[in-house]
């Protein structure tokens, strides 16, 4: 059986751990019964032996998959698209992606909603793992339930075809434990007015297509500057793009991509002045996806 998961970038400026939306630009992968356990991989992470010796995608899926009264073993094959450590979901795509296959393996049909919570044991905090799963923008927190387990409360909009995304993502790493070590500790009353008041009109101006309010809405106070500084040409790639046509300009997740939101007319231009401002790096244009983790024709 053949899937794909989505790309995602979090917190879109001050939207910390709770805004993300889902990328047109997927990791595939496929699963079918083997003798004897086996692991392909091609594109991210083929050269690494890491991912074939201890891979987290089949340990999530092994586990999830047993809890079901499965007991076959599988030939998994990846191909995975999304950078690793770049701030583009790499990792709540190899969780929802396992999680959700386990069940269709079993030939069970979960609700998006129940393998979204599933993903919380793996990862706790939602601006991920909600896109990845649903497709789409969201805004998502989480609810802690009376046997004190959490669960994912959301919010999803489509996104129209008007605009894309065009991403800058750096050959260097950013380790998200890392970046969230750099925050600082306690925030004052006026930065966390300025970061709630920011990401809500953000998100009204998402699901209002209010594309001219995101520059202003999309400032944040917590976590962007603090993180950029640690790889400074962030600033640069941020003020050039904002120069040459994206509405907005932020920090894809913890690092180290940027993530540019421009119409879809201005895609082009934008993303041939930003490769010939930064040469080294990738720049990738993409829709936007309305899908989220899907099952694959084939």
Known sequence: MNFSV???????????????????????????EAREQRITISGEGKTNPH?????????????????LGGKSQFHFTFQNNIPVARGMGSSSAIIVGAIFSAFKMVGQIPSKDEVLNLALQHENHPDNITPATMGGFNASFLKTTHNNKSSVVYLRQRMP?????????????????????????????QDCVFNLSHSSVLSLAFCMQRW????????????EQVRMATFPVLFQIQKHAL??????????????????????????RLAKQLITKFPK??????DFDNDGIKIEKG
């Open 243 to 268: 120069h040459n046509g994206a509405l907005m300009s932020t920090l894809s997740g913890s690092g180290s991509s940027m993530f540019n939101l421009c119409y879809s007319d201005d895609a082009k």
């Open 281 to 286: 790096f990738r720049v990738l244009t993409l």
């Open 212 to 223: 001219d309010l995101l520059r202003e809405s999309s400032l944040d106070r917590m976590h």
């Open 51 to 67: 991912f074939t010796q201890d891979n987290t995608f089949v340990r999530i899926f092994m586990h999830t998959y047993k809890r």
């Open 161 to 189: 075809r008007n605009v894309k995304a065009v991403m800058v993502i750096p050959y260097q790493p950013m380790s998200t434990k890392k970046a969230r070590n750099v925050l600082p500790k306690t925030y004052s009353v």
């Open 6 to 32: 989505p790309a995602t970038s979090a917190n879109l400026g001050p939207g910390f751990d709770c805004l993300g939306i889902s990328l047109g630009f997927r990791n595939y992968f496929s699963i079918e």
